[in-house]
C-alpha cells in the first residue's frame, strides 16, 4: 500500500546522506505539502516520471511532477516513441504531457526490463510509460555530476532540459 510519508522519508534519507540523484516513478493528483517540502531541502536532483493518463498536466496538476515548475531540482519526464513522438499505448494509457509542467520526454516505448510476479515468476520483458523514459534521464544526470563535479544541481537541470530537443513532442 502506497504511504506518503515513506517517499518523504527516502528524499530525506537521500539528503542526509549525500545520495545526490533520486528516480521517482509515481505520482498522483492530490498535493501533499510535505513531499514540496522535503524535496524544497534536498540538495540532490529528483528526476520523476509524468504520468501515463494522457493528462495536461499543465492543466491538471500531477505531483510531484508539478514541482518541476518551480523547484530548480526537480524534473518531470514524459515518455516519447522512437519517432520522437509522444507515446500512446491506447486511449486511455499514454504520457502525460504540459509545455510547463513537463521538461522533457524521453524513450518509454518498448523498454526491456526486469520484471517478478507471484504468479508467473520473474524475467524479462518489454514495458512503456514515464516509468521506464525517467530513468534515461538519472542516467544522464548520473554521468554529468560526475563529469562536471562543480556544477550545481540547478545547473545540471537546465543543461539536461536545454540540450534536449524532445520537449513537447506532438
Not at 549525500?18 to 524535496?39: K, P, Q
Request: aromatic share 12%; with cysteine; hydrophobic share 35%.
Amino acid at each position: 500500500k502506497f504511504n506518503i510519508g515513506y517517499v518523504v522519508e527516502a528524499i530525506e534519507y537521500a539528503d542526509e546522506n549525500d545520495i545526490m540523484i533520486l528516480n521517482y516513478s509515481g505520482g498522483g493528483y492530490n498535493y501533499f505539502h510535505i513531499v514540496r517540502n522535503a524535496l524544497e531541502n534536498y540538495r540532490g536532483l529528483f528526476i520523476c516520471s509524468a504520468g501515463n493518463e494522457c493528462n495536461n498536466n499543465d492543466i491538471n496538476a500531477c505531483y510531484p511532477s508539478e514541482y518541476s515548475k518551480i523547484l530548480n531540482n526537480v524534473i518531470s519526464v514524459g515518455a516519447s516513441n522512437e519517432d520522437n513522438e509522444m507515446w500512446i499505448s491506447s486511449s486511455s494509457r499514454r504520457t502525460n504531457y504540459g509545455r510547463t509542467s513537463v521538461g522533457m520526454f524521453a524513450l518509454g516505448e518498448g523498454i526491456a526490463t526486469t520484471y517478478s510476479t507471484t504468479i508467473i515468476g520473474s524475467g524479462y520483458a518489454f514495458a512503456d510509460g514515464t516509468s521506464l523514459a525517467a530513468p534515461f534521464v538519472t542516467g544522464v544526470a548520473a554521468l554529468m555530476m560526475a563529469y562536471y563535479p562543480n556544477m550545481s544541481v540547478a545547473e545540471i537541470k537546465e543543461l539536461i532540459i536545454q540540450s534536449n530537443d524532445n520537449k513537447y513532442p506532438i
